[in-house]
């Protein structure tokens, strides 16, 4: 049986940004219903060294959108970092699953071996598709949503880990 790139990235990258999308929304609830402002968890880190929630959800969104654009031989669409609200991040995470959902697998399948070059600061990454797959998108996303998850967690806000995995019919 040879390998889906696409089955290896889309759905995985798509789970993972729909479940982001949900604790996201349940955040604006809990602010809302604790009568408090939202940007105090939009800005919260957890430690200050770190970045703030909005930026692990446009990191998270920058990740995802540009694998399967590179995947795809494409550039990846620019989103300019400007989210201070719940909306907006959720805004932002719609119209990044909107992109991945654009691909087929047709467009994707196949680039296990394709050169993918990653301007990364002040150097260039060089992987192969599926190194880039396995070894940098899917680590640096779920570290990314995983955060988001540990700061609206350590806040208070009540999610567990189907909040986390989605319903997969066992938890």
């Known amino acids: 049986m040879s390998l889906s790139m696409f089955a290896i990235s889309v759905p995985p990258l798509v789970r993972s940004l729909t479940q982001l999308r949900s604790i996201l929304e349940k955040a604006t609830d809990f602010a809302e219903t604790k009568k408090f402002d939202p940007s105090v968890l939009v800005n919260a880190r957890l430690y200050p060294d770190m970045y703030p929630l909005k930026r692990q959800v446009q990191i998270a969104s920058d990740v995802s959108k540009g694998a399967v654009s590179r995947l795809a031989g494409q550039e990846p669409p620019k ?6 609200s719940f909306a907006e991040l959720i ?61 609206l967690r350590h806040n208070g806000l009540e999610i567990g880990k189907k ?3 989605g319903d997969l019919g066992w938890l």
């Open 91 to 151: 805004e932002r995470v719609d119209k990044t699953l909107v992109h991945i959902n654009s691909f087929t697998a047709e467009e994707i399948d196949g680039s296990e071996a394709k050169t993918i070059l990653l301007p990364l600061h002040d150097r260039t990454l060089t992987f192969t598709g599926l190194t880039y797959v396995t070894d940098f998108v899917l680590p640096n996303v779920y570290f990314h949503v995983t955060t988001t998850y540990a700061i």
């Open 79 to 84: 989103f300019d970092d400007v989210e201070n």
């Open 163 to 165: 909040d986390y995995l």
